[in-house]
């Protein structure tokens, strides 16, 4: 433990408000989920009008069934792809609600990362117990160690940082909770570690 202290770079907590986390997933479907999406939509829609296009010429009566089966069928499929995102948004949303106020930990380690919740603390009972048997109290923190690999990303934004691993864990740091000279920190060592896997916004490139 106290080498790893030793060799610790950056241990911060944040807060991440409700409103940055969801700006922060709707910035991560855009770029991960919507294009792909909206490719499916547009195929489906091309099946429609092709269909479409044969009702208008002379076809029989049970072709034109079939026809308006797959051109239905086609419709249902696309508004199911355009409203998951939204739906899988929503209830993540809704239990993003439940954990709030819960106070998060990152610590910046020269080949990995560790992110996670700081655990509340124990309650009197349990330290009296522990003291009594001479227990040594776990750590409050509960988190998840990413290595800096080819299959971590980070994405800079104006107001936060959005880190995942092969798009399966997600994470948001908000920059607020950071000095500029932590940010300049942080920055530097990812995109050294990282290389063309650290990535900035349009919004920053413009500038």
């Not at 700006?23 to 195929?43: D, S």
């Not at 990995?112 to 309650?123: A, K, S, W």
């Amino acid at each position: 433990m106290e080498t790893q202290k030793q060799a610790m770079l950056l241990e911060k907590s944040y807060h991440i408000p409700f409103a940055m986390f969801r700006e922060a997933f709707t910035a991560f479907q855009k770029r991960f989920v919507y294009p792909r999406t909206y490719c499916i939509i547009a195929l489906l829609l091309l099946v429609c009008a092709g269909y479409c296009h044969l009702l208008t010429g002379d076809v029989s009566s049970g072709a034109r069934a079939t026809y308006c089966m797959v051109i239905l069928t086609a419709l249902v499929l696309a508004a199911f792809q355009w409203y998951t995102p939204r739906k899988v948004r929503r209830n993540l949303m809704r239990a993003v609600r439940e954990i709030e106020n819960d106070q998060y930990l990152l610590r910046v380690y020269p080949d990995y990362v560790e992110i996670g919740t700081i655990l509340p603390p124990e309650d009197t009972e349990t330290a009296a117990q522990d003291a009594l048997f001479d227990d040594v109290p776990e750590d409050d923190f509960s988190g998840t160690r990413i290595y800096f690999n080819k299959g971590m990303h980070v994405i800079e934004y104006r107001d936060f940082l959005i880190l995942y691993q092969t798009k399966a864990m997600f994470f948001v740091i908000p920059k607020d909770a950071l000095s500029e000279e932590e940010q300049e920190i942080l920055r530097v060592h990812l995109e050294k570690k990282l290389q063309k896997n650290y990535k900035k916004d349009r919004s920053l490139t413009k500038r």
